[in-house]
């Protein structure tokens, strides 16, 4: 039942949480079919099996199984309940963009906005849960809040809920990282805790002590790009918060950032960001 298909939501803006609740159905009964419902409907079977299926796709939710209902698509059951069957079911809504795909990379993603803080949040579309309990435990917590006045459950609701999403993204994670997801991952550190320095292949493979092919690989399979790219939109996105928070010269946020040549830094700005960086100073500055 389980697959590899996972939802990627880019983060901001953030999900929101609408309600949830717990359904309780006998032998016979079966989940409505719905199309078009304009929310995600999230999914988690404690007792019984439930029969699902979306879009083509079915599968049979037993004890522990998730399932993430997309807003879009066409749900319905595949067959009735065939003993007691009981599931929460979560509502939440989602503002920016998302895909369901196959891959499950984090890719370095490129920012139009001087503060940005992207983050590729990715949930299964359906998994047992190894940490059914904890998540029995949040859906509880959010039942007892739904009898509470608003003024006094809004922030204990939003703090639960993120901790279920942090639980399902955690779900959806390979147990054991693949040394190409590592090396990628400290490659990615390696390059945000030493941007300010010269940095070559030959540094990398020094420090992390592959080859500097494989490390290339490594990158262009997680990242979606080469170190040297990746260096490069790091210190321009550092370079964007400096050309707002400081009154540094050009020149000085250039070498701040790891550029040699203030021209040189210029003319990579202009190609990254579509302005000169003074003139991307100018649009927030006066």
Known sequence: MDNHQHYAFELPPAPYYL???KSEY??????PNRRHLGIFDLLLVVKGTLFMGENGRT???TEGHMLLLSPDGHHYPTGSCTSETVFYWLHFEYAGPWTLQEETTNLYPPSGQPF????????????QLAQVTAARRIFDELLELAA?????????????????????????RPHHSSPVRQLAEKTETFIKQNYQRELTNETLSAALHFHSNY????????????PSEFLHNYRIDQAKRLLINT???I???AEHVGFTYTPYFSSCFHRKVGVSPLQFRKQYVH
């Open 19 to 21: 309600g949830c609740g």
């Open 26 to 31: 006998s032998p016979g009964e079966q989940h």
């Open 59 to 61: 599968w049979e939710l």
């Open 116 to 127: 940005a803080n992207r983050y590729t949040l990715r949930i299964p579309q359906a998994a």
């Open 148 to 172: 509470v006045q608003r003024s006094s459950s809004f922030w204990q609701e939003m703090a639960l809920f993120m901790q279920l999403w942090q639980l399902l993204e955690q779900e959806g």
């Open 215 to 226: 490390i290339v690989r490594c990158m262009k399979d997680v990242y979606g790009c080469t």
């Open 247 to 249: 009154v540094w010269p």
């Open 251 to 253: 020149a000085q946020i």
